[in-house]
């Protein structure tokens, strides 16, 4: 099946630690995106890229760290600098000349 | 900072019923969607809508695009309970090509009763 896998569901992260959530497309899409959900907030973006090796920041990218070594990949890491971590993050990814987006199933993350 | 903002924040209707929802944005947009989200899961692109179009159907679906008044509406008509999701607008307001990206606002909590 064709789509966006984010693993895990549920990541628990201690305090200090740094902790890195996947994201993997076969897609063959070139862009990819990052968002955080908190509650009553929608979704906020954290960074973004558009093809390998490079990416932007989106509104809230402190704390948070990401690379596209591959198309297919788009790890995101919460670094210990991220104070509230605590969130439902979102992966995203978009073809080349399509507007619409298409979204992974999502990663809960809960501080310890 | 938020493009989009949905009015209103929950709304409860009937099955059979129609539902409205409403989005407003500030700045000037390439195009409009329209985004379902079930609790706990992904977002699920519903409809786009372009800056130089009025209206668009997709179903039970209408949407409505006001670019004078910087506003949306997501019509869906007679609802059922597997309807019952969030539903969020989402605005293009980049320059496209290099920076596509999309702003989402806060959402709609619909709930359809059986």
């Known amino acids: 099946d064709g789509g966006i896998t984010q693993s895990p569901k549920y990541l628990f992260r201690k305090e200090g630690q740094n902790v890195t959530l996947s994201c993997e497309q076969n897609l063959n899409h070139d862009a990819m995106y990052w968002y955080r959900q908190d509650p009553g907030q929608g979704l906020r973006l954290i960074y973004y890229s558009q093809i390998v090796n490079d990416f932007q920041k989106g509104d809230i990218a402190e704390g948070y760290s990401v690379s596209r070594e591959k198309k297919e990949s788009f790890p995101l890491t919460v670094t210990s600098a991220q104070k509230n971590p605590t969130a439902f993050y979102l992966c995203?990814?978009?073809?080349?000349?399509?507007?619409?987006?298409?979204f992974g199933s999502g990663t809960q993350l809960s501080v310890l | 900072s938020q493009q989009g903002e949905e009015d209103p924040q929950a709304l409860s209707i009937q099955e059979g019923e129609n539902a409205t929802m409403n989005c407003s944005y500030k700045t000037s947009i390439n195009n409009l969607q329209w985004y379902r989200q079930n609790s706990g899961r992904g977002l699920v692109h519903l409809i786009l809508i372009r800056s130089n179009e009025r209206e668009k159907h997709s179903g039970r679906l209408r949407v409505t695009l006001d670019t004078s008044k910087k506003s949306s509406s997501l019509l869906i008509t007679a609802s059922r309970a597997a309807d019952t999701a969030s539903y969020f607008c989402a605005t293009d307001d980049s320059s496209g090509g290099s920076n596509y990206k999309l702003t989402f606002g806060k959402g709609t909590l619909l709930t359809v009763n059986p």
């Open positions: 995203a990814s978009r073809n080349r000349g399509n507007e619409k987006l298409f």
